[in-house]
């Protein structure tokens, strides 16, 4: 299987409390229960401070890379994801698990 | 619980079979049953090409704050960070699961 992190950075002045974070974090966190192929779904906002801390997180859970495949391009990970990039960065890592 | 999650990236010009980073990924990959506090401990090198993409990664499970303080602090987690330090930077994300 195959563990999709990422990890987000809120650009320069962008706090967790904005409305279009807000926005954000509710359509990550309803993607679990709309894209099948999503075994484990998990995200949320950082809760340590550090500086090599970024903002918010998900952990997810695929079967293998076209299910990884399917969940990227699926309308509903993509609108998510659209709404966070007019506010944030991010990278990511797939582990084989 | 608090998910703690770790991207790290290699540095300029290291490469996943540089012995260092042979050394680091071993190193991470006997934690799990070193240090009691780890819940869950998955570690292995990213899959995926993406410009966004990091070079490895970590996803680990414990308890509460005070377990993620024991295993931070943990001699064994602080001298496999200690090798990375020489070759690698690292964001990570801690998220109450």
Redesign the interface.
């Known amino acids: 299987m195959?563990?999709h992190?990422v990890?987000f950075?809120l650009n320069e002045g962008v706090t967790k409390d904005d409305e279009r974070a807000l926005a954000g974090a509710k359509a990550f966190a309803e993607l679990g229960s709309l894209i099948p192929e999503l075994r484990e779904w998990?995200?949320?906002?950082?809760?340590?401070e550090?500086d090599?801390?970024?903002?918010?997180?998900i952990?997810s859970l695929v079967e293998d890379r076209e299910a990884?495949q399917a969940y990227l391009t699926h309308p509903a990970h993509q609108a998510a994801a659209g709404l966070w990039r007019e506010f944030a960065?991010?990278?990511?890592?797939?582990?084989?698990?």
């Open positions: 195959i563990r992190l990890l950075k998990e995200c949320a906002w950082n809760t340590t550090r090599i801390a970024y903002d918010y997180a952990n990884l960065t991010w990278v990511i890592a797939d582990i084989e698990v």
